[in-house]
């Protein structure tokens, strides 16, 4: 068991899985203040949009227009998600630097999410990669299902092992296990983390845990207990993944931050001010904040 990493790194994903299955599609230009919001908070990896198909997820629509107007500060890395080629064509063509590709360890999700089975997404994705890569573009990986499928149920540490290693071997700068139906227990995430980091580095890895069964927070330090120091999560809780029936949003961001700081793990994010963006999003999208922490913050009168 690894000692607790005096820094951690967040990648805010709300723009992306947050948005991309909320009942309200947002417009670019709210879409965009999202992202300036969660920059002035200190945050500096945004995941902001998804060049996928707009009929499969129309909330992601308008990416290009959006990628197109993000601020360009020192430092700051937006990545978007790119499937295949068309969508790495849109990336260029919007002046991406930073993209993310994604594969799942089972198949009938890759099918349903992607369109495709596992071996044919690494084979688009290693295309993909290697044209990025040759554009002098950063490569995220990431694999979802990592704790269990929606449709088919608990999946192989093994698998999960094999392909995080294939998703680097594409020249990914770092790979994020996606707990996407949110079903993964601490012990069970610390085991997993433990298991992959035989083949790819603990500081190659990311933990992206969605908050279905409330084990969100838990699974961060678990996995920090692994040694990993780079997690996922999304500002006030949003969202979910289209593909995974029942599954709610990420892990929330102040949850995460609330949680590292009490540990004495230096995040870079004001607490405050992320509250006050979890609040502003929520509201924008007719509904309270998810996170607990945003909820106590609110009810100590300390946020409006
Ligand atoms: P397909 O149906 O196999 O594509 O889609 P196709 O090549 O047969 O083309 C069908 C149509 O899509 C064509 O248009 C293409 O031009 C268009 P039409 O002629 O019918 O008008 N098309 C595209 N349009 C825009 N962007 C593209 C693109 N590619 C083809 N890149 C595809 C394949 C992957 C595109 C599709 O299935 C898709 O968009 N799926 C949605 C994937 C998605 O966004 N899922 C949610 C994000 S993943 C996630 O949330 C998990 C994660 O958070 C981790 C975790 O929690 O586990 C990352
Ligand atoms: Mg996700």
């Known amino acids: 068991m690894s000692a607790l990493p005096a820094r951690a790194r967040i990648v805010e994903v709300g723009p992306r899985d947050g948005l991309q299955n909320e009942a309200v599609a947002l417009d670019i230009d709210t879409r965009l203040e999202l992202v300036r ?11 902001a949009g998804a060049f996928v198909s707009p ?3 129309p909330n992601m629509a308008g990416s290009g227009d959006l990628a197109r107007r993000l601020p360009a ?16 064509d849109a990336a260029l063509a919007a002046g991406c630097r930073d993209i993310a590709v994604f594969t799942a360890v089972s198949e009938t999700f890759s099918q349903r999410n992607t369109a495709c089975s ?3 997404s690494l084979q688009r994705l290693s295309g993909v990669a290697r044209r990025a890569l040759d554009a002098g573009v950063r490569v995220r990986g990431y694999l979802s299902c990592v704790a269990t499928c929606p449709y088919e149920g608990p999946v192989a540490a093994e698998r999960v092992a094999d392909l995080a290693q294939r998703l680097m071997d594409m020249g990914c700068y770092e790979v994020s296990l996606g707990d996407t139906t949110g079903t993964g227990t601490p ?27 409330g084990m969100g927070v838990a699974n961060v330090y678990a996995a920090l207990l692994s040694g990993v120091s780079v997690f996922d999560a999304s ?22 931050v609330y949680m590292l700081s009490g540990a004495g793990i230096e995040t870079g994010v004001a607490l405050d ?6 609040c502003w999003i929520s509201a924008r999208l007719g509904r309270p ?3 607990r922490v945003a909820r106590a913050h609110r009810g100590s009168g300390r946020i409006g």
């Open 37 to 47: 919001r969660l920059m002035d908070c200190g945050l500096r990896d945004i995941e």
């Open 55 to 57: 009929r499969r997820v």
């Open 73 to 88: 500060p020192e430092g700051v890395h937006f990545p978007c998600l790119v499937p295949n080629d068309t969508g790495l």
């Open 118 to 120: 596992v071996a044919e």
């Open 187 to 213: 012990e069970q995430i610390r085991r997993l983390f433990d298991l992959v980091s035989r083949r790819v580095p603990t500081d190659r890895l990311a933990g992206h845990f969605h908050d279905t069964w």
């Open 235 to 256: 500002v006030g809780g949003l969202g979910g993944c289209p593909f995974a029936p029942g599954a709610s949003g990420n892990v929330a961001t102040e949850d995460v």
């Open 273 to 278: 001010e992320l509250v006050d963006t979890a």
């Open 289 to 291: 904040p998810a996170s």
